[in-house]
């Protein structure tokens, strides 16, 4: 049992964590873009409400209690990433610098969580094959992604320490980001638009 819960820790984490499904680690770090390490644990809280939303499609999708077309998921996932990304540049407009994380915020990521989740469930039912038991798996499973999620948000905020002021401005870091954020979920969106035709 416990070997079986570490098992699905594990994949749950390097799911996340993984550079060639890069799409999730965009999402989260640009949930993250305007934000600083003083604002840690508000972002700690805002990435557990995007776990909230993804267990629970994560969870009714992998019991096959909802089915939604994978294309369709394949392309909202970047379409979260844009928006995220978007919601972050407004952040450098005049009177909404250094603005504390809003309730808005929260659901949004609980909301793209939704979407997130269908992407998982994918992965995890094809893990999971004809397992009878998979309330602790699925468990394991979300907190390995809680984990993979947290570790990159920390890597984001010590970049950021490490950047600015030293090396760019407060402004040009969340532009860079933004942009490399928003330019590749953009191309991720047209891959996957010309893959559905």
Known sequence: ML???ALYLRLGFHHIADLAGYDHVLFV???AIPYTLRDWKGLAVLVTAFTVGHSMT????TLRLVAVSPTLVEA???ATII???AMSWRSM???HEHEPIMLGRYVMASAFGLIHGLGFSTYLRALLGEEERITLPLLAFNVGLEFGQLLILAVVLLAGVVLVPRILSRRRWVLVQVGVTGGLALLLLGQRLLAAR
């Open 58 to 61: 994560l969870a009714l999708a």
């Open 93 to 95: 407009s005049p009177g």
């Open 76 to 78: 909202l996932i970047p």
């Open 3 to 5: 070997s079986q819960l």
């Open 29 to 31: 770090a640009a949930l």
């Open 83 to 85: 928006a995220t990304a």
